[in-house]
Nanobody, 116 residues
Framework: QVQLVESGGGLVQAGGSLRLSCVAS????????MGWYRQAPGKQREFLAQ???????KYAESVKARFTISRNNARNSVYLQLNSLKPEDTAVYYC??????????WGQGTQVTVSS
């Protein structure tokens, strides 16, 4: 079982930045990938970014120029830097971990609200 705890969300003005953190209850060396998703009210959860154990990254085209994913293995943590935030970025942001290429785990989410 892998537990994930997100933090760092909040209220920010358009154009501002936030850094989201996700701490895993296990060593992230053993996880295939860690990623970030978000879900806005009335919408489906959408993929944002992913980082592999080797450090390879993948992004959704819609956020590629503004969001950056990174990881700190020593802290069992993954981060998402959000820059140039827009009101449409308002959503609950979720951390995800994939183990053994079949077990998927989710955090409880952290709210990001961007005011215009």
């Amino acid at each position: 079982q892998v537990q994930l705890v997100e933090s760092g969300g909040g209220l920010v003005q358009a154009g501002g930045s936030l850094r989201l953190s996700c701490v895993a209850s296990v060593s992230i060396f053993g996880l295939n990938t860690m990623g970030w998703y978000r879900q806005a009210p009335g919408k489906q959860r959408e993929f944002l970014a992913q980082i592999s154990g080797g450090g390879s990254t993948k992004y959704a085209e819609s956020v590629k120029a503004r969001f950056t994913i990174s990881r700190n293995n020593a802290r069992n943590s993954v981060y998402l830097q959000l820059n140039s935030l827009k009101p449409e970025d308002t959503a609950v942001y979720y951390c995800n971990a994939l183990r053994e290429w079949k077990y998927s785990y989710w955090g409880q989410g952290t709210q990001v609200t961007v005011s215009s």
